[in-house]
């Protein structure tokens, strides 16, 4: 069984289509790349996963569940759009960590939140933060901030403030981690320690949606590769058929395109 | 006489001190929900609120007060009640009024400078909508609007004086009040000091407000 099916999703903004019967599939422990050119398509594609936009066609599945299917007129309330976004966690681009909380206050926040509504949250309330700490400060070492904690978001470079935002997404053990281009708004010695981070998750088996401009990164560390174009995928393969056989002409325009800018 | 004078003028600034204080009570308030209506998807009343602001911010403070203090019983024939308290009402509604239009853009801007990518962030770790703006884009609008609503407040301190144009007796009145009674202008003049000592205080207030929110940059 997929860990996640996206099923011909499409999207509209105006007259524009941005998505046209988008669709991929992912295993338990699978990385999977989505390149392309910009306005492609790819980012609206993980908004939508999110939930962050509402697709206009098409089916989210996750686990065998249905998250998301567009032709049911259910309309979700706000807690179950809440629920449903729980099952996956999202890197911005741009980061967007809580200016006003340290590196561990932005990775504890929504842990401490949650917890809020569990049964046992007034029983067990300093036990049940204390967990939600450890675990920050856990996964804050992992992506070997430890040092850097309680430092605001101001004080901590480009890169050091997207692994704090990895760290973040990962709190709440989603089962699949997106990254919305997280390399592009850093300055090209920052990139580095963000994809060693990136790499070492894909090692650990993490399930994976990463769309990224990096094509090298993008070869060693997914599983699959997504190729969009204009809305619609174009071509889908490991990264060896993908990379060295495109199938397409249009692949391997945009291949050839960014081996030689 | 000295004596005298200092009683009056303390009696006149009582009363400034309370214009200044209850207008900050009723703008803060009625500011938020007028920026809410100026932000409102409800296209009418957006344009409906655009509009009385505009009408606000851009005719003096001055004729605001001789209006609402003269309009209702020249147009309704139906004064204020009479007296003091009627003058200082018909003032407070004026200064409220007039001070929440302008808060209200300010709150507006504070509001509409957090980044869109910041409640995101906060949808996709699950967090209601109510959390995200408590925890998240409150902090980040209060920052931001500091600066420009020292300056309001500050404003506001030299504003009270035009309550002087309806004869509500704060204390550029009763300084004034010396030249007809005692044939002396120093009075007026000292008021000067007043306005000086408070607004400098109120500087110091918001600058250690400012201060405290300089942990983070948004």
Redesign the interface.
Known sequence: MFVLEAKNISKRFGETEVLKDVGFSLNKGEAIAIIGSSGSGKTTLLRCL???EKPDGGQIIVNGKVLFDASSSAVFT?REI??N??H???V?Q?F?????YTAIGNVK??GE??AREREDYKANRKEILKEVGENAAYLLSQVGLTDKMNL???QLSGGQQQRVAIA??LA?SPDILCFDEPTSALDPELTGEVLKVIRALADKNTTMVIVTHEMQFARDVADKIVFMDEGVVVETGTPKEVFDNPRQERTLRFLERYSNP | MFQSVFISLNEGFLETLKLFALTLLGAFPLGLIISFGSMSPFKPLKYFVKFIVWIVRGTPLMLQLLVIYYGPGLILGNNWWDGNSGRFAAAMVAFILNYACYFSEIYRGGIEGVPKGQTEAGMVLGMTKIQIFFRVTLLQVVKRIVPPMGNEIITLVKDTSLARVIAVYEIIWSGQAFIKSSGIIWPLFFTGVYYLIFSGVLTLLLGRLEKKLAFFRV
């Open positions: 999110n939930f962050l706000e809440r629920k976004r729980l996956f966690g999202l911005f741009s967007n960590l809580f200016p006003q926040l929504a939140l949650l605001y978001p101001h973040r997404a709440l």
